[in-house]
């Protein structure tokens, strides 16, 4: 059983760019959630998406958007990209409320 | 707003030492909480789970404690081995109704092991 996967790996964009995220997650789960974790930081988190709509959302500006697919997968859109948007970003996806979190996706602003 | 914070923020000790691992969190009203492993630049592992109801969870080595109504967590490592370096991050999670639960994370603590 694949556990959650996310791509691509890594990513450099430039300021003003966008960029999209993709997150499969685990098998049998419905609920994906997405966090940005700055470098010595903790993970934060950005937006949750269940039933194919965004549940509830962290402090993170609307630049942030996102997608679930019927197959339960899902995408991150960062647009406007700033400096500070350069992190980890983590994909984790859930059954019931235990999360299981994907490699993640480094981006790279410059 | 769950403020979760993690003491100390770096520790270093020689293998074979027993160590414990702080977690603690503003807002008692969680719904369970867990640890996780990161090493450098990769994803979280998750190492133990304890719902709320619960008092503590081991797996092998590692026992996590939560008491919930002082807000703390600790997480207690047995006779480390140098393959225990990473970070290890607490989170606690809230349900806030139907299938809204997200987590809250602390800093971590960079835990190094030396041969």
């Known amino acids: 059983d694949a556990g959650v996967t996310q791509s691509p790996t890594h990513l450099i964009k430039t300021r003003g760019q966008q960029v999209t995220l993709r997150c499969s997650p685990k098998?049998?789960?419905?609920?994906v959630s997405w966090y940005q974790q700055a470098l010595g930081q903790g993970p934060q988190f950005i937006f949750q998406?269940?039933?194919?709509?965004?549940?509830q959302r962290g402090n993170f500006p609307d630049r942030f958007s996102g997608h679930q697919f019927p197959n339960y997968s899902s995408e991150l859109n960062v647009n406007a990209l700033l400096l500070g948007d350069s992190a980890l970003y983590l994909c984790?996806?859930?059954?019931?409320?235990?999360?299981?979190f994907g490699p993640g996706t480094r981006l790279t602003v410059t | 707003k769950q403020e979760v914070t993690q003491i100390p923020a770096a520790l270093s000790v020689p293998e074979g030492e027993n160590l414990v691992l702080n977690c603690s969190f503003t807002?008692?009203?969680?719904?369970?909480l867990q640890w996780f492993r990161q090493d450098p630049g990769k994803g979280l592992t998750s190492l133990l789970l304890?719902?709320?109801?619960?008092r503590e969870q081991t797996s092998g080595r590692l026992n996590a404690s939560l008491d919930k109504s002082s807000g703390r967590s600790t997480l207690y490592i047995a006779a480390s081995q140098p393959g225990d370096s990473a970070t290890y991050l607490c989170?606690?999670?809230?349900?806030?109704?139907?299938?809204?639960?997200?987590?809250?994370f602390g800093k971590g603590t960079l835990l190094t092991v030396n041969p």
């Open positions: 998406y269940y039933e194919e709509e965004e549940r």
């Open positions: 989170a606690v999670g809230r349900n806030s109704g139907g299938s809204n639960y997200k987590l809250t």
């Open positions: 098998s049998g789960h419905d609920t």
């Open positions: 807002d008692s009203a969680i719904y369970n």
């Open positions: 304890i719902q709320s109801s619960q």
């Open positions: 984790a996806s859930s059954f019931n409320y235990e999360q299981y």
